[in-house]
């Protein structure tokens, strides 16, 4: 019995086994939640009120477990954590921008846009731990690799800033244009299929990707680009696998039931932008700060994040209060 209980406790990526299973398997449960109890019904559209209710859910499930992690490593690790969490939530309310969009491109019906967003976090919680893992390792062997994140993130945010008002152009989207020459399109939806078989010109039987696939891909590399972003920032933060990890998924869950409310209101948020790329600015410089000076008290950073993101909020709220609309009825 003892040879079986015995790999839990062994380390890995700086953290015992069963620390990382417990996180799994609370993950996996509430993935379960949403897809077997929440949405039983694949067709069903989600309203503005229950979205907000369930990123309510989400949120506070990520800052309970915060409270474990400050209850079994300590105030330090909890602030890295919390920080983490709020920069990477921050960062994919960005990304709410890009989906709307992409979800708009293709006239994808509400009632499927669950389906995509569900399939395209379990991609990310995959991807994002590929490229966390390969991070970690970078930074383990060759601790230089800080000041390129660093140099990154601030030309990322400096970037943001000047482009925060460009439009995005999907239709010339390189992704995009290799997938339309590379795979058989249909005309339309299929109910909520990513491929059927159809006869095609030649009358032959084919396999062929609906535009619903089409958005899943395209909702998986916009998260790509912006993990480009969110990886380096949070290693400004921590280089403790776990708490990056961590901050990063439970980021990321509640984001499918956040974005039902915020693309309805996606038009308010116009300078949240602005905020964000000031964030990035800060912790690109919080690297060299650290490097030439010493590591800054974790509260400092967790202030500053939530003071720019919440100022830009405010900002945004204020600047389009004659622009807003009301809630769509459920």
């Known amino acids: 019995m003892d040879s079986l209980i015995a790999p839990i406790f062994l380390d890995f990526m700086g953290k015992p086994v069963w620390v990382w299973l417990t996180f799994v398997g609370l993950v996996l449960a509430l993935l379960a939640f949403d897809l077997g109890i929440l949405n039983r019904r694949r067709d069903r559209e989600i309203g503005v009120k229950e979205s907000l209710r369930l990123s309510a859910f989400y949120i506070a499930v990520a800052l309970l477990f915060g409270g474990w992690v400050w209850w079994s490593m300590g105030d330090t690790a909890a602030a890295q954590y919390y920080t983490g969490f709020f920069i990477e939530k921050s960062l994919s309310l960005d990304n709410v921008f890009i989906i709307s969009l992409i ?8 009632a499927y846009q669950h389906r995509v967003l569900f399939w395209g976090i379990l991609g990310v919680i995959v991807m994002r731990g590929l490229m966390i893992a390969a991070g970690a390792a970078l930074v383990s062997e060759f601790h230089w690799v800080l000041y390129v994140f660093g140099a990154f993130l601030l030309l990322t945010g400096v970037k943001m800033l000047f482009a925060a008002d460009k439009e995005q152009d999907l239709a010339n989207n390189p992704a995009l244009r290799f997938l339309n020459r590379h795979l058989r399109i249909t005309d339309g939806f299929r109910g909520q299929k990513f491929f059927v078989r159809e006869a095609g010109p030649d009358g032959r039987t084919a396999l062929y990707a609906t535009p619903l696939f089409l958005a899943l891909m395209m909702v998986e590399f916009a998260d790509l ?3 480009v972003d969110s990886v380096p920032a949070i290693f400004a933060i921590t280089t403790d696998p776990y708490i990056i990890y961590t901050s990063n998924i439970f980021a990321i869950l509640g984001l499918r039931a956040l974005y039902f409310a915020l693309a ?8 949240l932008k602005y905020a964000l790329a000031l964030v990035l600015v800060f912790i690109g410089g919080k690297i060299f700060y650290t490097q030439i000076f010493g590591k800054p008290d974790p509260l400092i950073s967790l202030g500053v994040t939530l003071t720019l993101i919440a100022g830009g909020v405010v900002v945004s709220l204020l600047k389009t209060r004659s622009e807003g609309k009301r809630l769509p009825a459920e």
């Open 225 to 227: 680009i912006f993990a």
């Open 103 to 110: 979800f708009t491109y293709f006239a994808v019906p509400r």
């Open 264 to 271: 309805a209101m996606v038009h308010r948020f116009r300078y």
